[in-house]
């Protein structure tokens, strides 16, 4: 679980400089991105007067972008406690798994069952990426090859409700995906876990491909969950 407090020196040094209008968003669209880079974890302070120096700006484009963050769900605020980065119960963890798993198993299916598996050139595209980030353990940019190849593949199903549903979850599936992926030693684990993936589907093994995801989904070493107990928050 994370501790506010000692998380707080992490929204202190400065996001980079901002000069387009409206500065809110521009705000919001940086501290957003951190959250979703795993750089700011569940719990974390975020305090007007901290972020305001660190950018050079006044705190009422701060306090905008605290609420349209708040609006799109990834912070909260607690009168007399502050801001802070929403927490992850185990339960919303396990849920966006379950999820993900039922979602992305469909779209395989669907995919090979459409014979569409043969042709997935963009998915190998991004697995040849991974591969190429992974030896220099850069994790943001590989955290965003790694969502660009699961909505992907969501997209090739050629489902209009799936894939307008998955938009409803994909910050949340990127932030839990980012937090897992900081917590496995070798990134080259998770880019040989979407190649296995992808062969599969593309091989026509439909069944195989499903349970290689709900794996990788799923792997222990890696998952955002693999510390906590029954009820915690991150």
Do not use: K
Request: overall charge negative; some cysteine; hydrophobic content about 45%.
């Amino acid at each position: 679980m994370s501790d506010p407090g000692a998380t707080q020196s992490a929204v202190q040094p400065p996001l980079g400089a901002i000069s387009n209008l409206p500065l809110g968003e521009r705000i919001a669209g940086q501290v957003r991105e951190m959250i979703l880079n795993g750089d700011l974890e569940p719990g974390a302070a975020l305090v007007e007067i901290a972020l305001a120096s660190s950018l050079g700006v006044s705190r009422a484009p701060v306090r905008e972008a605290l609420r349209i963050l708040s609006h799109d769900g990834l912070v909260e605020t607690v009168p007399y406690r502050g801001t802070t980065v929403r927490g992850l119960s185990r339960r919303d963890v396990e849920g966006l798994r379950e999820i993900r798993t039922l979602h992305e198993g469909f779209a395989i299916h669907r995919i090979v069952r459409a014979g569409r598996h043969t042709d997935l050139g963009d998915l190998s595209a991004l697995c040849d990426e991974m591969d190429r980030i992974a030896p220099s353990g850069d994790l943001r940019a590989l955290n965003l090859v790694d969502e660009r190849f699961h909505r992907s593949l969501i997209e090739r199903a050629e489902h209009d409700l799936l894939t307008s549903f998955w938009r409803t979850i994909a910050m949340q599936v990127r932030q839990v995906m980012a937090l897992r992926n900081r917590r496995i030693a070798d990134a080259g684990i998770i880019a040989a876990n979407h190649r296995r993936i992808l062969e599969a589907v593309v091989a026509g093994d439909a069944d195989g491909a499903a349970l290689l995801l709900e794996e990788h989904v799923a792997d222990d070493p890696g998952t955002v969950l693999a510390s906590w107990s029954d009820g915690d928050t991150a």
